[in-house]
């Protein structure tokens, strides 16, 4: 079956844009994580929906960070104001259900700001 | 806090001999650990995961790991390197808690040479 997508696979931006990243979760999957890769942090947690719960926010590291979840499915995380250091590509993960279950990798969207 | 160690950075192998991978962790209460692969310009795969029951697991690709409680480990192992093993491996934790949210370690590169 289809995995998890992201859009765009590349994105160049010019510092102080704003940006939006898409993921979409494999189909019936209830949990979709976001996470960012980047050579000083490596793989860093930032946002957590589950179903219709308040996500947990508590990775994203300044409220330029932001990511909602439509009608249980697609996710868009959107960066104010886009700094040197965002750059890093970012990752989407989605699982079934809850905290045991595999998360599924979606292939990343690489974020360079310049 | 939850933090997971991988002491190395690069393991090298001949194809043929056995491979391991070292992770270390630490978290409140049971966890959950997980390991996954990440080949150049690709997304995370899942490799295998210890939720609870048998200390050893096995995985894809003939990959397995043992949880060991009392030394905080989860090792990823291989009876015989492949040189298509290449690639960079990170071991994650999670706890009951946590929403599922994973904490990675650095990754490991693993160089399986012919």
């Known amino acids: 079956g289809a995995g998890v997508s992201q859009s765009p696979s590349n994105k160049v931006t010019e510092k102080g844009k704003d940006v939006e990243l898409r993921c979409d979760p494999i189909s019936g999957h209830t949990a979709l994580y976001w996470y960012r890769q980047s050579l000083g942090q490596g793989l860093e947690f930032l946002i957590y929906?589950?179903?219709?719960?308040?996500?947990?926010k508590s990775g994203l590291p300044s409220d330029r960070f932001s990511a909602e979840r439509t009608g249980g499915s697609v996710s868009t995380l959107t960066i104010q104001r886009t700094q040197q250091e965002d750059s890093a590509v970012y990752l989407c993960a989605s699982a079934r259900a809850g905290s045991t279950d595999t998360q599924y990798f979606g292939p990343g969207t690489r974020l360079t700001v310049l | 806090a939850q933090s997971v160690a991988q002491p190395e950075d690069q393991v090298n192998v001949a194809e043929g001999n056995p491979l391991t991978v070292k992770c270390t962790y630490s978290v409140s209460g049971n966890p959950y650990l997980f390991w996954y692969v990440q080949y150049p310009n690709r997304g995370l795969q899942f490799l295998l995961k210890y939720i609870t029951g048998d200390n050893l697991v096995k995985g894809s690709y003939g990959f397995e790991a043992e949880f060991n409680k009392s030394q905080t480990s989860f090792h990823l192992k291989k009876p015989s390197a492949l040189v298509s093993d290449s690639a960079l491996y990170f071991c994650a934790v999670s706890a009951y808690n946590q929403g599922g949210k994973l904490i990675f370690g650095q990754g490991t590169e693993l160089s399986v040479k012919p």
């Open positions: 929906f589950q179903g219709n719960s308040a996500p947990d």
